[in-house]
């Protein structure tokens, strides 16, 4: 069966600061993969998603990147954090129908 | 004004009643999807679909296309069942899962 992992679980980083979130999915092979931001009373917001090793698209303009190195590894990046970045971080994958998607169990991030 | 709107966005119950959230989108769609959010975050898929009706346990999801409306019902709530409860609609010009902002369902014991 398939499973996907996000860690850290739980981040506090000042402003200014670097950010690396990881993301990896077992059991499948070839996955689509999202990045999605849910902000403090807010909806889901997609981020990036990835069709495949090093292709990225990016739907928000912003001072967040991502890379996707291995084929079930997604990874969110920035060199400096904004306090407009902290949220819940949110990876999916689905394989085929891209709105069957399933969601790993997410990063709070604060940035102080 | 959102592609997806949910109703109510906070919803108090007490156990043993009948729940209805309501979802409407204004774009055409391909498929529809219920997710559940526990308090810790995580994101759980309860129904995908794209006509009609399905049921799962005590969770029942309709769509209507034509109205572009869908609801998601619990009979016999729980407290177990509160959560986060988030539609979000495939399809229109973007090709992408469009959500709303959720409704937040306390159960009552």
């Known amino acids: 069966s398939q499973t996907i992992h996000q860690w850290p679980a739980t981040l506090v980083q000042p402003v200014g600061s670097p950010l690396s979130l990881e993301c990896t999915v077992e059991?499948?092979?070839?996955?689509?993969l999202y990045w999605y931001r849910q902000a403090a009373g807010r909806g889901l917001q997609l981020l990036f998603y990835?069709?495949?090793?090093?292709?990225i698209s990016s739907e928000v303009p912003q001072n967040l990147s991502a890379s996707r190195p291995q084929d079930r590894q997604f990874i969110l990046s920035s060199k400096k954090l904004l306090l407009s970045d902290s949220g819940f971080y949110l990876c999916?994958?689905?394989?085929?129908?891209?709105?069957?998607?399933?969601f790993g169990p997410g990063t709070r991030l604060t940035v102080t | 004004k959102n592609e997806v709107e949910q109703s109510p966005q906070n919803l108090t119950a007490q156990e043993g009643e009948f729940i209805t959230i309501n979802c409407s989108y204004s774009v055409g769609i391909s498929a529809l999807h219920w997710l559940q959010q526990h308090p810790g975050g995580g994101i759980v898929s309860l129904f995908m679909?794209?006509?009609g009706k399905k049921k799962h346990g005590r969770l029942i999801a309709t769509i209507n296309i034509q109205e572009k409306h869908s609801s998601l019902h619990i009979t016999a709530s729980h407290p177990r069942d509160s959560a986060v409860y988030i539609c979000?609609?495939?399809?229109?010009?973007?090709?992408?899962?469009?959500f709303g902002t959720g409704t937040l369902l306390a159960v009552q014991p």
């Open positions: 679909l794209s006509s």
């Open positions: 979000a609609a495939y399809g229109g010009a973007t090709n992408k899962l469009i």
């Open positions: 990835s069709v495949g090793i090093g292709q």
């Open positions: 999916a994958w689905s394989e085929g129908d891209p709105y069957e998607q399933y």
């Open positions: 059991g499948t092979s070839n996955p689509n």
